[in-house]
């Protein structure tokens, strides 16, 4: 799905494309959001969430950068 903000083009991602993207079920996802460790899921509907695919990514990024630290 994809939102236009002007110039911006914001892409949301369904439960399945972030499972696909970072490997997690969505039990652990949720966990995780809940516990601020990932980012928070927009509400589309009163039945549908999404995520944002640029924060996702971030949040990916940000796992990548402390792997580097670490090695």
Avoid: C
Avoid at 27 to 52: M, S
């Amino acid at each position: 799905m994809l939102f236009y903000l002007g110039d911006i083009v914001m892409r949301i991602l369904s439960k399945r494309q972030v499972k696909e993207l970072v490997l997690y079920s969505p039990q652990h996802t949720a966990r995780l959001e809940k516990a601020g460790l990932f980012p928070k899921r927009v509400q589309l509907g009163p039945n549908r969430v999404g995520w944002v695919e640029s924060e996702v990514l971030d949040w990916l990024e940000q796992r990548m950068a402390q792997r580097e630290v670490l090695i």
